[in-house]
């Protein structure tokens, strides 16, 4: 069971490190604004996501668990929000999006 | 270390002063991290709440008072690199003396150091050797750093309330519609995470003994909720619920917590901030008068930066008003 556990959690680990590394080219090779923020926000949102996740699985029954998915929780909420804000800023003041 | 490098050179680089904040508030991060490798998980903490968090929104307060671009200089500061490239030659000679990096001979490491490793815990019965030592054994120093900020709110407060524009008046709401109102996402996920940010600094604030945390951070994380509250609801919302004749009062009231408890032990024949009068048992007394400090440095850390902040948005309303 164990082992199941930690290959779940390895494979997790390293797609949300492949996620993250996506959206950091993304972000460089891009043509746009809003699309840069597509790879930002979207790899972001699940690279953090996969990472946590794979290190709760790491943790076992604990009050880091705990933690984990409070942190979890958080970013869910926050990074959809920073990337309205960010998108939301940018139709209003178009000027700077280029 | 390579990062924090990098960071610095942008710094010095960039002319636009939004992307040096930014850059600043990278800085910090890194320097955070850098500090979680070290295993000083206190500090880092203090440094991604200041660093990173209040000095941003504080210097990007500032910007938007001041305005976003750098003045072009015509001249090469030449004399400054030059005064520059000596100083930091000097220091770099000087770290060729220091013993090795993490040595445990260090001479740091040899006096009161291994004392605080070994007696903390039979001493205090503080798990938090951080917090033992900030709050117990190195009181007097903590008192110190509190009353300075106490000093700079009230520096900042004297700067810039000189103006008469300074809106402790309320403000007509018909003319002030408060911003972000056409943003109902931000106003709903702000309104979630509000209370789980004054909570989370709540658990931070009592969680020192234990865990990393305690009084500095917790009232920068309270005051960070504030802030948002702010910044979503607008500033007279936020001046409805704290006013700024509270936060004087109670960036003053921390002090005074802090200091009383120095002087209640004075009074009883003691030392300044001997806790041992507090409490029959020894380890009780310390874990009361550690409480009773690490309050006092919450309410005054927090209340200083609202009151900064509140007295830097005051003032963009007057010119909005004034334009």
Redesign the interface.
Known sequence: MSEVINGLSVICLLLGGLASIIAAIGIFRFPSFYTRMHAAGITDTLGSGLILIGLMLQSGWDTTLAKLVLILLFTLITSPTISYTLANAATTNKDAAK | MCFLLLTAFAITRAHDLLATVMLLSIYSLLCASFFVVMDAVDVAFTEAAVGAVVSTLLLLSTLSLTGRFEKPQREKPLFGLIIVLTTGALLIYGTLQMPPFGSAAAPIHQHVGSYYINQSYAETGIVNLVTSVLASYRGYDTFGELVVIFTAGVGVLALLSSQKSYPIAPIDKTILPAPMKQ?H??RV?SK??IP?ILLFALYVQFHGHTGPGGGFQAGVIFASAIVLYTMIFGLQAALDVISVAWLKLFSAFGVLIYSSVGLLSLLSGENFLDYSVLAQAPIEAQHLGTLAVEMGIGITVASTIMLIFFSFSGQMHSIGEAQ
């Open positions: 943003h996402i931000l996920v979630m995470l789980l």
